[in-house]
């Protein structure tokens, strides 16, 4: 990171939305975004395109509020040129963590932040705070510590429902996904309909992370494989002769 610079213009706002998946985080984004006085001083609302859950260019909550014009972005250093270009206050990062997804995003998101801070443009940004094996996402850890207008959201536990429950559950077809399983990884109606891939919130007595796979699951993986397989084998051979 670069030395720190002076401050000549009054600082951005830094408001971030934090908290567990099912906690309403986007719809609380889309809240902010939609507010008269922030469209009238524009918006622009960015996403990464890996999070998208139903278009590129549309966020969604789970409770149906929605923002259309969204702009997709693959990587933090695109989004500077898109702001310098535009006279728009107020700029909206939905699901923040994806954009340090390797040691390089990471550091020019930190630094992406702390320009726009300090070109007097608000930011407002919707993150997790842990990753599915409970460790500190790097990126959010560090722009929950400039952030001047926290949101924090809470849920409670899908399991025993006492709050809080902190911790991002992945579970494929209901069962733990094990420590070396990917860091990012959406759950898409793709990943949901594959691999039965899903996220629910736990607290700290109900979270599971084992280190490698379970036996169980294990065995699932391998007989989706053989029958994927299978599928692959009838496709590929010729239709049975017609009977004589
Ligand atoms: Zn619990």
Known sequence: MGAIQSIAVPLGEVHGVHGNMCT????????????????????????????????????ESRTGAFYDGVIPVDHPAQIMPIVEASTAQHLFLEEVHFLGRDAGMEAAAKQLFLDLRRLGRHTYWSGLP?????????????????????????????VCKRMPAPFPQR?????????????????????????????????????????????QLQQIFAAMAEEYDRGRRELASPADPPRS
């Open 24 to 59: 309403d985080k986007t719809t609380v984004l889309i809240g902010l975004a939609k507010v008269p006085f922030r469209q009238t001083e524009g918006v622009l609302f960015f996403q990464p395109r890996e999070a998208a859950r139903c278009a590129p260019d549309r966020v």
């Open 130 to 158: 842990m990753d599915f094996r409970a460790q500190p996402f790097e990126l959010v850890a560090f722009l929950l510590g400039i952030t001047s207008h926290p949101y924090p959201r809470d849920t409670s536990c899908a």
């Open 171 to 215: 579970l494929y077809f209901d069962l733990p996904a094990p420590a070396d399983d990917a860091r990012f990884l959406a759950d898409t109606p793709e990943q949901q309909a594959r691999k039965r891939l899903r996220y629910e919130p736990r607290c700290s007595n109900c979270y599971r992370c084992p280190d490698t796979m379970s036996p």
